[in-house]
């Protein structure tokens, strides 16, 4: 793809120098071409100027994507004025301006499609970048849930125990309370039995 791109690129760009040329000398049958279509002679140096500009533009868009594509973006913008001209003078000899124009649409699609990967390459690499300033936010937070856990289950730990040396203690009275009843009891039956024995 990229090889394709290449070689329609500078074949534009030197259709287009070509054709600046012609207009800087003012060749004569694009002078008669453009009085036909109501376009003042005096432009040509103006339009063989933007003509180079664009070719110069296609080659350097060779190292930086972006500028080829501006380059042939605005190649296509002019020739497609060139066809309304011609259409609006109702004159149909425009075959040359729609040759341009294919070559210029050819020019941006494939600097789209074999050189938008190198345009926009700043742009992929920002983005493991974010990723990168989100992973130590996320690896804060779990030492945090961690303490917060640890801290949780240490604080029903010792409550279980506290809970567990109550019920012990609770437990522990009750038994101190049987004993002593135990002992009440059999205390008055002993004095009940001497009682007797007395009798």
Not at 5 to 17: E, Q
Not at 44 to 64: C, D
Not at 120 to 138: L, Y
Not at 150 to 159: A, F, N, P, Y
Request: glycine content about 8%; charged content about 15%.
């Amino acid at each position: 793809m990229f090889i394709a791109y290449l070689i329609v690129t500078v074949v534009t760009a030197a259709a287009n120098v070509f054709s600046a040329t012609l207009d800087f000398i003012r060749y004569k049958q694009i002078s008669i071409n453009m009085a036909r279509v109501g376009v003042p002679e005096s432009w040509m140096p103006l339009l063989g100027i933007l003509k180079g500009a664009a070719a110069v533009g296609l080659l350097v868009g060779i190292g930086v994507p972006f500028v080829g594509a501006s380059a042939a973006l605005g190649l296509v913008c002019f020739f497609v004025g060139a066809l309304v001209t011609h259409l609006r003078a109702r004159d149909y000899s425009f075959g040359l301006a729609v040759v341009f124009l294919a070559l210029a649409v050819a020019t941006l699609v494939l600097t789209l499609h074999a050189r938008a990967p190198v345009a926009f390459a700043g742009v992929h690499t920002r983005i493991p970048h974010t990723h990168r300033d989100d992973s130590p936010r996320t690896h804060i937070e779990r030492p945090r849930r961690g303490v917060l856990t640890g801290v949780m289950s240490s604080t029903l730990k010792t409550t279980l125990v506290w809970e567990s040396g109550v019920s012990a203690v609770n437990s522990s009275r009750l038994r101190l309370k049987s004993s002593l009843r135990l002992q009440s009891i059999l205390s008055g039956r002993r004095r009940y039995e001497s009682l007797f024995v007395g009798w």
